[in-house]
C-alpha cells in the first residue's frame, strides 16, 4: 500500500513538472524534465534498495512496511530536497523594479 502511494505521488509530480515546464519553456523541455525524473527515479530507487538491504531485513518492519517501501521512502525524502532545490524559482536580479518586465529569455529588459 505504501509502495502505491509512493508511485502514485511520483506519477502525480512528473504530471504536474511536464504540465508546468510545457506551458513556461515549450514541449522539449518538459519531455526534458519528465525523463529526469523517471531517470533519478530508476537509478535512485536502486541506490536506496543497496542501502536498505545493509538496514532492514527482507519481512522490514511489518506487512505493509517492508524491505522495499523503506528504499522508497528513503528515495522521495531524498528527492524531496533534491526537487525543492532544483525546482525553485530563483528570482531575477534588477527586476524588482515595477516598471520592467524581464522577457522570456532573460537576456534583456523591455520597459
Wanted: glycine share 6%; net charge negative.
Amino acid at each position: 500500500m505504501i509502495t502505491a502511494f509512493i508511485f502514485f505521488v511520483h506519477l502525480v509530480f512528473i504530471t504536474v513538472i511536464f504540465t508546468k515546464k510545457w506551458q513556461t519553456e515549450g514541449i522539449s523541455q518538459a519531455l526534458i524534465n519528465a525523463a529526469l525524473i523517471i531517470i533519478l527515479f530508476s537509478v535512485g530507487w536502486s541506490i536506496a534498495t543497496m542501502a536498505a538491504k545493509v538496514a532492514v531485513g527482507p519481512k522490514g518492519w511489518g506487512l505493509y512496511f517492508d524491505r522495499d517501501a523503506f528504499a522508497l521512502t528513503l528515495l522521495s525524502i531524498a528527492e524531496y530536497f533534491f526537487y525543492k532545490m532544483y525546482y525553485t524559482e530563483k528570482p531575477v536580479p534588477g527586476a524588482s523594479d515595477e516598471d520592467e518586465t524581464v522577457t522570456e529569455d532573460d537576456k534583456e529588459k523591455q520597459l
